[in-house]
C-alpha cells in the first residue's frame, strides 16, 4: 500500500508529552488552560502542539464533560424565508457574537416541516446541544413542548402565547404598531388597510392589535388581508386584494419591511403613486426598507440586539443562574421615511 492510501494517526498527547519532555499532566494543564504551569513551560508544549499537528478531542472531552459547548438555533421557517429575512441573519449575528466570546458554537438548526420537528426533537434529546435558543415559534409548537418536556436550557426570540416558564427576549408589537399606524393617519389618510401575516405567533397578534387600536372606531375588519409568512409575495398578493376591496385605500401597515416591499411593487404595477396615492409603512428597520423606492418609513427593532439579549439569557442559564420570571423587552423606535 503506497503512503497516500495509510491515514496519516492523529496526534495524541503522549506526542505533545514526548516532544516538549514534560508530563502528561503539565501538558494536559496547558491545553485545559489551567494555572500553575510556567512559562517555560508553556512556551515548550505549544511548540511541541505545533510541531506534532495536535488538536484537542472535542468529542472525547464533550463525553467526559457531558457538555457539547454548542448551542442550537432553531428557527422556524420555510428554508426560503430563512434566507429573504434579513432580521433572521442579524439574530443569527447577534447570537454568535455572545457566543463566540463565551466559546460556544452556534448550530443553526431549521424548521421547514412536521418531519423537521421531530428530527429536531430527537436531536435535542441526543445531548448534542447544552441549550437552545427559539426563533419563531408559533402556538402549539411541537419544538416548543419537547423543549419543555426535555428541560434543556431555552430562550424563545418573541414569546408563544401557549408557553410559560421559558424566558423570552422581545419587543412590544402592540405599541409600536399602534405607534407606527397613528403617525401613519396623522398624514391625513383615511382609507387605511393591513397586511398582516403569522397570527400563529405572538408578533403578527400584536401587530394586529396594535393596528386595531390606533384606528379605533375607523378600523374596518375588511381592510385586513392575512398570509402565513412574513414574505414579499405577500405584499403583492395582500395589495391586490387590498385594493379590490376598496379601491380608495389611501395607506396600507405591512406587518413587515418584507411584506412592504412587496406592497410598493404591487401599487407601482396598479399604477399607484407611493407615497402621493398611498402612504405605506412596515415593520423591522431592515435591510429591506432602504433597498424600497421610495425608501420606507418603519418600525425599528434591534434584532441583533435580541440575538445578543438571547445568548446572554441561555449562557446564565448555564451558568447555573435562575432565568427572569418575565420576558426582557427591547425598546423600538419609528424610522420616517419617504413612502409616508
Not at 426560503?80 to 443553526?108: C, H, K, M, R, W
Request: charged share 25%; proline share 5%; glycine share 10%.
Amino acid at each position: 500500500m503506497t503512503n497516500e492510501g495509510v491515514r496519516k494517526r492523529r496526534a495524541t498527547i503522549h506526542d505533545v508529552a514526548a516532544v516538549s519532555g514534560l508530563s502528561r499532566g503539565t501538558v494536559s494543564r496547558v491545553i485545559n488552560a489551567e494555572r500553575y504551569v510556567s512559562d517555560d513551560a508553556r512556551t515548550a508544549i505549544e511548540a511541541a502542539i505545533a510541531k506534532v499537528g495536535y488538536v484537542r478531542n472535542t468529542a472525547a472531552r464533550n463525553l467526559k464533560t457531558q457538555k457539547s459547548h454548542a448551542i442550537g438555533l432553531i428557527v422556524h421557517e420555510p428554508h426560503a424565508l430563512f434566507l429573504e429575512d434579513p432580521n433572521i441573519g442579524a439574530i443569527l449575528l447577534g447570537t454568535n457574537e455572545i457566543l463566540s466570546e463565551a466559546d460556544y458554537q452556534l448550530v443553526s438548526l431549521i424548521i421547514d416541516s412536521e418531519r423537521d420537528s421531530g428530527r429536531v426533537a430527537e436531536y435535542l434529546r441526543g445531548g448534542f446541544v447544552d441549550g437552545v435558543i427559539i426563533i419563531s415559534a408559533r402556538a402549539g409548537d411541537p419544538i416548543a413542548r419537547a423543549v419543555e418536556s426535555i428541560g434543556i436550557p431555552a430562550v424563545f426570540v418573541g414569546h408563544p402565547p401557549d408557553v410559560s416558564g421559558i424566558p423570552f427576549v422581545g419587543i412590544d408589537n402592540v405599541s409600536a404598531a399602534r405607534a407606527v399606524t397613528e403617525r401613519l393617519m396623522a398624514t391625513g389618510r383615511r382609507r387605511i388597510g393591513m397586511i398582516v401575516s403569522a397570527l400563529d405567533r405572538d408578533s403578527g397578534q400584536d401587530r394586529l392589535a396594535g393596528f386595531t387600536a390606533a384606528l379605533g372606531d375607523r378600523f374596518d375588519p375588511t381592510l385586513v388581508v392575512d398570509f402565513p409568512f412574513y414574505a414579499h409575495s405577500a405584499g403583492l398578493a395582500g395589495v391586490r386584494q387590498l385594493l379590490e376591496r376598496a379601491p380608495d385605500i389611501d395607506g396600507i401597515f405591512a406587518a413587515s419591511d418584507a411584506i412592504a416591499a412587496g406592497a410598493l411593487d404591487g401599487l407601482r404595477a396598479a399604477g399607484r403613486r407611493v407615497p402621493e396615492d398611498v402612504g405605506v409603512v412596515g415593520f423591522d428597520d431592515s435591510a429591506w426598507a432602504l433597498r424600497c423606492q421610495p425608501p420606507l418609513s418603519t418600525v425599528h427593532q434591534p434584532a441583533d440586539g435580541l440575538g445578543r439579549m438571547a445568548a446572554q439569557s441561555l449562557l446564565a442559564q448555564l451558568r447555573g443562574e435562575d432565568p427572569p420570571s418575565e420576558g426582557t423587552i427591547l425598546e423600538t423606535s419609528i424610522v420616517w421615511r419617504e413612502s409616508a
